[in-house]
């Protein structure tokens, strides 16, 4: 095998590495939460961590934490969170709460990067005997399209999976029923796994 040869196997090693990943449905409803706070018989627990793989390090390189919710309101009357339910650091400070959209921009995978695999179309494997080449397959045709585009594809769905369970789990201006208990997704602007409490006016 020819050094070229050896060079376009480490490449597609390298690139494989490099795949998209799917989407682990989160299911704020089904978490065991371990932390929890409570204010006016309001509690509220929460969890970070929720997410994984490429949406996990999304989270470190933009500085936004997802973190999954589960509001019980036992307070005697009906609550809006955003408004009657807040939730702050134990400094007071408010959490930067994002909308769903600019979290599902923060933290969905990108996909123009795998366009790079299209540089593997020309490669050819070749073999030699004595010095001359004695065949030649066109291995570039069906590996660069094929991982660009099935990647692409498979960072796309991952990511309307995302997205759904985003909008699905979205409370913020919620109505939280007296004796209500909602779950939500919550993205916050934030690098660091602070403490949470909650604050109901």
């Given at each position: 095998m020819k050094s070229q040869n050896l060079i376009l196997y480490y490449c597609i090693v390298i690139l494989l590495s490099g795949c998209a990943s799917s989407y682990n449905m989160i299911n704020p409803d089904k978490l065991n939460y371990a932390s929890r706070t409570d204010d006016h018989s309001v509690s509220v627990e929460y969890k970070y961590g929720v997410l994984t793989k490429r949406y996990a390090r999304k989270e470190t390189n933009n500085s936004v934490k997802l973190i999954a919710v589960k509001i019980s309101n036992n307070s005697g009357r009906d609550m809006v969170f955003g408004k009657d339910i807040k939730l702050t650091y134990t400094n007071d400070h408010e959490l930067d709460i994002l909308d769903e959209a600019k979290t599902y921009t923060s933290l969905k995978q990108g996909w123009a990067g795998y366009l790079f695999y299209l540089l593997l179309t020309p490669a050819k494997l070749t073999s030699t005997s004595n010095g001359t080449?004695?065949?030649?397959?066109?291995?570039?045709?069906?590996?660069?399209?094929?991982?660009?585009?099935g990647n692409i594809i498979a960072a796309g769905s991952a990511n309307d999976n995302f997205k759904n369970e985003l909008l699905k789990y979205n409370i913020t201006g919620s109505l939280i029923k007296n004796g209500e208990t909602v779950y939500g997704l919550i993205g916050v602007k934030s690098d660091n796994f602070d403490a949470i409490k909650i604050k109901v006016n």
């Open positions: 080449q004695t065949s030649s397959v066109p291995l570039g045709y069906a590996i660069g399209p094929g991982l660009a585009f």
